[in-house]
């Protein structure tokens, strides 16, 4: 992975400075509170409902084990012992004290960590496929080509105060699972006719209140100009994105309401001035960068059938091999993802021993290395298949095995209305009820793979508009109630979901769900998964079963 | 109102900001915002001392960057902080070769300083309440600059 070298480690060094400066002058007095407030966005401290959060940086997702257990110390050592991991693979802390921040952000720039950007209406970080560089379809590997936008986005002094907040996926092969299509920029990396490797470019997608797949923007951008059209795009989106409403501020509506072929001409002459300038990335910085993301030096000897008398053998070592483990691109290695999503337990919570535990397991059995992924798990990319049944093991003794991965049961949450001072309503005891509902892992076995998530308000944090199944929390005369949504996608076939009815309280939401997988089971053809089936039998026959069933 | 031009204190400014009331009444060195200086050109002819436009994100620029230079001094307006447009304001007049004067309006202060400097802005008015000597301290706060800028467009591994 990419280690800083002085000139990295000095700019977050000065910039924990600098905070500490504005925070003193704020609790000073001299500093008003609304410039504080921007001030603090941009070093990602929010303030929630019962105290500030801050919002630590994992760029791209990936850390290391020092960084996992210095999470695990600040959690410990200034919040509750517990963070939450989002779906921009971030590090939420709930319960941080204002005037500790400044020790926080200190203690986390020792290991390369900062919360730089990770609020505030500016380039936010960058996010990409948790299986970056070990899955076998890919192009090339993405990461280094987020370091780079890590880099240049990071304090960039043009762009810091945007209409709204802007986020960027990068993707490096034909399968999204960066949900890269509803970003407000998303980058394919594609080969083009010539077998030169570039990027496909989309703009303008998003969630929130109003819903957008991104669209085409370039069919090919060469790499080395990928500096100079995302300025270009940001440039034309920072001088007519609208600021007069927040709602309206994102890219998307810029784009809806110039239509995408007047917003690429003002992009392309802004490109046209820019493209030949010292925004052109030499080969020898591409490679520079990617000489951090080198493959491992696997082991050649790394059996391919290591475990496989074990697994006929231990019937629960099997289950959370088929669910919880991936294909790895080098034979005898497997991707493991550690389940954030236990049994009645806040999706994406950990506690710093369950950080600490993983962060050894990474050094032991992964390289040192682990990643977050868009759904709030962790990933450990690069285990020999000999070494499964040990991490297994510490896994499950840190309830971190639940195999669930991909199931109903993991379920992408925000932290709601517990949590969150914009929710309209609570998700955690909600997702427990489902939780329960649906315990027996044999049927959401039977029931395959169908992704659910559920956002507290329309901000959707938890992209409910882009869940197989979409819970979102509305208020409805100060009661919580919650309206569902059918056959969203986030992969490369990316679709929003469409609403089933109208919305249902809390203690029904089970039941109701109960109704849509029965209506799944019935009509489904040997094989096919949930939202195949809904794409066939469309969101009609959905909706009359289950309101014919209802009361 | 304190001014620092070129990250000193600027004693003796002879601009004066003025507006659709003040225009006739104000004598010496004015700054003008465009749509003011646009309907009154042909007065403005005539006029002893100098004019300067001022700018906004609202304002088409583009004739402006035709020819910029025909201004010693663009002040570009920041109604509230929060509005970002200025900040590419100043890097479209900087890339229109303008070499004059770039001065930054309105809500103007200590923490953004730096970013704008880097835009292209050499001046700036900051309001009596938000002005202090520490102001000047907040250009050396961050040193490192990964991305080139007005200021230097060359990018970290260039330099
Ligand atoms: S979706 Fe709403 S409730 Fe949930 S975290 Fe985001 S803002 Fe808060």
Known sequence: MYQYNEVDQKLVDERVEQYRDQTRRYLAGELPEDEFLALRLMNGLYVQRHAPMLRVAIPYGLMNSAQLRKLAHVARKYDRGYGHFTTRTNLQLNWPKLEEVPDILAELAEVQLHAIQTSGNCIRNTTTDHLAGVNVDEIEDPRPYCEIIRQWSTLHPEFAFLPRKFKIAVTGGPQDRAASQVHDIGLHIVRNEAGDVGFEVLVGGGLGRTPVIGKQIREFLPKEDLLSFLEAIIRVYNLNGRRDNKYKARIKILVQAMGIDKFRELVEAEWAEIRDSELKLPETEISRVQNFFKPFEYDSNAADDAVDTLLAENNDFRVWYERNTVAHKVSGYRVVVVSLKPYLKPAGDMTSEQMEAVADLAESYSFGEIRGTHNQNLVLADVKKSDLLAVWQVLADNNLARPNIGTLADMTVCPGGDFCALANAKTLSVADRINEKFEDLDYLYDLGDIKLNFSGCINACAHHHVGNIGLLGVDKKGEDWYQITLGGRDDEQAALGKVLGKAVSAEEVPNVLEKVLNVYVEHRNEGESFIDTFQRIGLATFKENVNATAH | ?159
């Not at chain 2, 004598?27 to 009154?40: H, K, R, S, Y």
């Not at chain 2, 007065?43 to 001392?49: A, C, E, I, V």
């Open chain 2, 1 to 159: 109102m304190p001014l620092l031009i070129n990250r000193q204190p600027a004693a003796n400014d002879s601009w004066t900001l003025v507006n659709e009331e003040t225009l006739s009444s104000t004598g010496g060195d004015i700054i003008v915002p465009l749509a003011l200086l646009e309907a009154n050109a042909d007065s403005l002819q005539d006029r002893k001392g100098r004019v300067a436009v001022q700018i906004n994100g609202d304002d088409n620029i583009d004739a402006l960057l035709e020819n910029p230079n025909q201004y010693e001094l663009i002040a570009i307006d920041f109604p509230v902080f929060r509005d970002g447009r200025g900040f590419s304001l100043a890097r479209l007049l900087k890339r229109a070769g303008f070499e004059g004067q770039i001065r930054a309006t309105g809500d103007v202060a200590h923490d953004r300083l730096t970013f704008m400097e880097r835009c292209g802005f050499n001046a700036f008015e900051i309001s009596e309440e938000r002005y202090s000597d520490e102001s000047l301290a907040v250009f050396t706060e961050v040193s490192v600059r990964y991305q080139g800028a007005a200021d230097d467009p060359r990018p970290v591994y260039h330099r």
